[in-house]
């Protein structure tokens, strides 16, 4: 499995040392041993992880800059693809988003133990990090999502979150496709984000999954993101 690490590194021309497989090693044992005693992945084999979890992360990095930054893992659950992508390129700074105490609390102990200092964690929901008044809004340069929710309502959660100039990557299955049918042009606008980009993604034994990217080009409109309870089950028109 380190070979495929290496050629998902490999791609995004960089080089996956011992240490970081190490670590990545050591990442899944944890996130399988939590695993057994609450619910943080459906994925409870040891080689199916190796593949849908950290080569899955691992696919992002083509499409992350190539110097220092700060990434947002917005819905971050187990700590894919954040913690990953954490590993590999510790110039980054990485927030992860998970507003489920018990997984917060996991989070942050699994940080400690594989010693990683350029890792946080907030245990809030994205639209109250992204709200008006938060330092957060419109700070980080890639706000990425996976396995979270439809596009129409991850376009509201992560865009406000990334600074113009920046970019969200949502990691979808072949039906992101559809789910961008219902994000309307005009919510782009609204939000500051450029028309999507779609980039095929291949990793063995899984099906068609896809990379979808929406760069930042303007200013969140102030009214966005909604409050949870307002908008609840009123995705934007």
Not at 28 to 36: G, I, P, R, V
Not at 65 to 83: C, N
Not at 95 to 116: D, H
Not at 155 to 168: A, D, F, I
């Amino acid at each position: 499995m380190n070979t495929l690490w290496q050629q998902l590194v490999s791609h995004a021309k960089g080089e996956l040392t011992v240490s970081q497989t190490a670590l990545l090693n050591r990442y899944l044992d944890l996130l399988l041993t939590a695993n057994e005693r609450m619910n943080l992945t459906r994925i409870t084999d040891r080689a199916a992880a190796e593949v849908q979890h950290v080569g899955d992360a691992l696919t992002l990095l083509p499409l992350v800059p190539s110097g220092p930054h700060a990434l947002a893992d917005v819905g971050t659950g187990g700590g894919v693809p954040g913690i990953p992508i954490a590993i590999v390129r510790p110039d980054v700074r990485v927030m992860l988003i998970e507003s489920t105490k018990k997984k917060a609390t996991f989070l942050r102990e699994t940080i400690a133990q594989l010693g990683l200092s350029n890792v946080t964690v907030e245990d809030r929901r994205a639209e109250e990090i992204a709200a008006m008044n938060s330092k957060s809004r419109e700070s980080f340069d890639v706000v990425v999502a996976r396995a979270v929710a439809t596009m129409i309502w991850l376009v509201e959660w992560c865009l406000p979150l990334t600074k113009k100039g920046g970019r969200m990557l949502a990691m979808k299955g072949p039906k992101g496709r559809e789910e961008l049918l219902a994000v309307h042009p005009r919510t782009l606008r609204f939000l500051g984000g450029t028309e999507p980009v779609v980039h095929d993604v291949a990793l063995p034994g899984t099906d068609a999954r896809i990379i979808i990217q929406i760069d930042k080009t303007g200013r969140t409109d102030k009214r966005f993101p909604r409050d949870p309870t307002s908008a609840k089950g009123k995705p934007m028109a």
